[in-house]
């Protein structure tokens, strides 16, 4: 993987779709490709209805518009699924400094599950007239897109299409509807420090600039938005499936002073899923890259070093983390 890009690609992925399997075999390697040498890619032709998104978008304006109290009465440290509202200062990324933005943070619901792990259970839904309806059905639609890029993936590894549908009966992947007011005083400079995502891959959509992602070279490349389109970027956990063939590269966003609103969608499997390397996706004679996670247990674990009502969990001992995670995306070369 050199990670020699300058720019980002885009992926017509209406042939997933196709009866043909040549088709599909023919979008799933331009996905594979992309995922090897970039972690990044733009897909069309997805299939989301354009009004589900601009529904999912007026419910966040309305929400954010509101009065910090009002907000607040559906704060995520009072969630059992890490789920609500989280303003500005409660997460902040190791080695970053806090920035300006806030969010709603929702999971799949699932009131049945409640207790049974930290990232399963009810949603929080704040009593907003239409909020739920719009996120639902936005969260349905990205979920179905997430189903297919899941099979497009897995062809372009030579794996079954089907490979990840057995991993996937409840994944608690997560869609943030986040807020980046207006900020007159702020400098074209890094925001949310440099990362990679903890699942398996995102789906995102934004309103604004901001995103860039870190090449092989140690360059910053603009990943502005692409109308209708989404943004697709490898998380830890496909990385560590693939054995590394799949990378997670790492990205960041600016401070701008402009409003603007983001949608990401972290696509992942079941809790309880076991993440290691695929034998086959192994060279003979080498060891694994990665070793054994449970995929929930490193979302989770991840989670809790951000936010500030688990890192005030851990500091009165009710969470006990991994001391050592390993390390994920490209190696930037000297």
């Known amino acids: 993987m050199s990670g020699d890009f300058d720019h980002i690609p885009i992926v017509d992925i209406r042939g997933l779709a196709s009866a043909d399997p040549a088709e599909r075999r023919a979008v799933a390697g331009a996905m594979g490709e992309a995922a090897r040498e970039i972690g990044f890619l733009y897909v069309c032709g997805h299939g989301v209805d354009e009004a589900l998104f601009e529904g999912l978008l007026d419910a966040a304006r309305r929400f954010f518009d509101q009065p910090l109290a009002a907000k607040m009465e559906s704060y995520i440290g009072g969630s059992s699924n890490h789920s609500g509202y989280v303003p500005e ?104 420090g440099a990362h990679t995502d903890y699942e398996f891959f995102t789906i995102l959509r934004g309103t604004a600039p901001g995103l860039e992602v870190l090449n092989g070279r140690g360059e910053w490349i603009d990943a502005p938005p692409v109308p209708g389109g989404y943004v697709i970027n490898i998380g830890d956990m496909l990385e560590a499936w693939t054995n590394g063939a799949f990378t997670a590269t790492t990205h960041r966003v600016r401070k701008v002073a402009e409003e603007r ?52 969990r851990r500091a009165r001992g009710e969470l006990v983390l991994p001391e050592d995670e390993p390390r994920f995306g490209r190696t930037v070369r000297a």
């Open 89 to 192: 200062g409660e997460e902040v990324f190791p080695g970053g400094t806090i920035d300006r933005k806030e969010a709603y943070d929702l999971n799949l619901d699932l009131p049945e599950a409640r207790g049974e792990a930290p990232m399963l259970g009810p949603n929080r839904w704040p009593d907003l007239p239409g909020f739920r309806e719009a996120a639902s059905a936005y969260y349905a639609a990205v979920s179905d897109l997430a189903r297919r890029l899941f099979r497009g993936f897995a062809l372009a590894l030579d794996l079954p299409e089907d490979h990840f549908e057995p991993y996937r009966r409840r994944p608690p992947s997560q869609l943030r509807m986040i807020h980046y007011p207006f900020d007159p005083a702020a400098q074209d400079r890094e925001g949310i």
């Open 261 to 312: 609103y983001s949608f990401p969608f972290f696509a992942t499997c079941d809790y309880e899923t076991v993440v290691e390397p695929d034998p086959r996706l192994v060279a003979p004679g080498e060891a694994p890259r990665y070793p054994r996670l449970v995929s929930g247990e490193h979302l989770f674990a991840q989670t809790a070093r951000t936010f500030a009502y688990l890192k005030a």
